[in-house]
């Protein structure tokens, strides 16, 4: 199973180069949707990230909106469906820009959100060959009507009432590792080869 890891405007240097680290490590394609909070050159995201920068499969996007026009439909899934809607904004524009989308997404994609009913571990990630796994803003989280117009689509990952979130990287770790553990860690090194 190929594993697509969406940050959709990450603000932290530090969290996406501990989520590069993640994404070199498994085998994950990292896929970081602007606007960025920082610079790709920014020495706190090298620094995190360590000397795993030439063995990661990253792409850049402009928005959330041409990401999801690059990648419609995945094995699998239903197809996407982009709208113009003067009436739904979910964020996917940079401030100030008219555009507005509503968009419906393929069953091989998930909103990873505090606002979710269903736990990352419901998911059988086993039925598809390719999934793509998309996390928000530090700050803010996906655009919540995203979330909302694809509520069955959107995952969590249980915690104390009253807390706002755990950290980014720490939950793309999570996540990453449940959709590995149910597809038997494949195609990576289970057995320590040190001693």
């Known amino acids: 199973?190929?594993?697509?890891i969406v940050m959709v405007e990450p603000e932290i240097?530090?969290?996406t180069g501990n989520i590069a680290r993640t994404c070199a490590a498994t085998g994950a394609k990292l896929h970081l949707v602007k606007p960025l909070g920082f610079s790709i050159d920014d020495k706190y995201?090298?620094?995190a990230g360590l000397d795993y920068w030439d063995k990661l499969d990253v792409e850049v996007h402009e928005n959330?909106?041409?990401f999801l026009?690059?990648?419609?439909?995945?094995?699998?899934?239903a197809p996407n469906h982009l709208e113009n809607n003067s009436k739904t904004n979910v964020g996917v524009a940079p401030l100030g820009d008219p555009l507005h989308i509503k968009a419906i997404i393929p069953n091989n994609f998930f909103l990873a959100s505090t606002k979710s009913k269903q736990t990352y571990s419901d998911v059988d990630y086993t039925k598809f060959e390719e999934i793509f796994i998309l996390f928000g803003k530090?700050?803010?989280?996906?655009p919540?009507?995203?979330?909302?117009n694809n509520m069955e689509q959107a995952i969590r990952i249980p915690m104390k009432e009253g807390l706002r979130s755990l950290n980014l990287s720490n939950s793309v770790a999570i996540v990453v590792?449940?959709?590995?553990?149910?597809?038997?860690?494949n195609d990576l090194q289970q057995i320590s080869h040190y001693f």
Do not use: C, W
């Open 1 to 4: 199973m190929k594993i697509n």
């Open 13 to 15: 240097p530090q969290n």
């Open 45 to 47: 995201l090298k620094r």
């Open 64 to 66: 959330l909106h041409e």
């Open 69 to 77: 026009k690059k990648y419609p439909v995945g094995t699998g899934s």
């Open 138 to 142: 530090e700050t803010k989280g996906l």
């Open 144 to 148: 919540e009507d995203l979330i909302e």
């Open 177 to 185: 590792y449940e959709a590995l553990r149910q597809n038997s860690f």
